[in-house]
């Protein structure tokens, strides 16, 4: 159990700006770069869902996932502190991202993901 109460949490999750996985998403960019892989941006006015990388030309939404947040099926490690917590958060996590998903392929754009250790140690050639 959260050993805050529910204000002084949602105080504390308002305080935290997001940020973005800077490494991984740099990795990624670098590798658009090198192979030469143009029209793409980062942020779009018109696109409330936040990809990390957009095509607006193809229409393709790309978000990097975090193994821990986004729960990758391969390697997640359930904490350890405030279990029941952290698994609901990251549940609804994974739930708001398929809704997101839904969204995004409903105005006919297409959805990749890659997760993040796959980025970061084995890059996806064959996609970019």
């Known amino acids: 159990m959260d050993n805050l109460t529910k204000e002084q949490r949602s105080r504390n999750m308002a305080a935290i700006r997001s940020s973005g996985n800077k490494t991984t998403e740099r990795a990624l960019r670098l590798l658009l ?8 941006c980062r942020h779009i006015a018109k696109m409330s869902d936040k990809p990390d990388f957009i095509f607006p030309q193809d229409r393709a939404a790309v978000f990097i996932d975090g193994r821990f947040w986004n729960k990758c099926p391969k390697c997640f490690v359930r904490p350890a502190i405030e279990e029941n917590y952290w698994i609901i958060k990251i549940d609804n996590n994974v739930r708001r991202g398929k809704l997101i998903n839904k969204k995004i392929k409903s105005i006919n754009w297409t959805v990749l993901h890659f997760w993040e250790h796959s980025v970061k140690n084995h890059p996806p050639l064959s996609v970019v």
């Open 33 to 40: 770069k090198k192979y030469g892989i143009k029209g793409w």
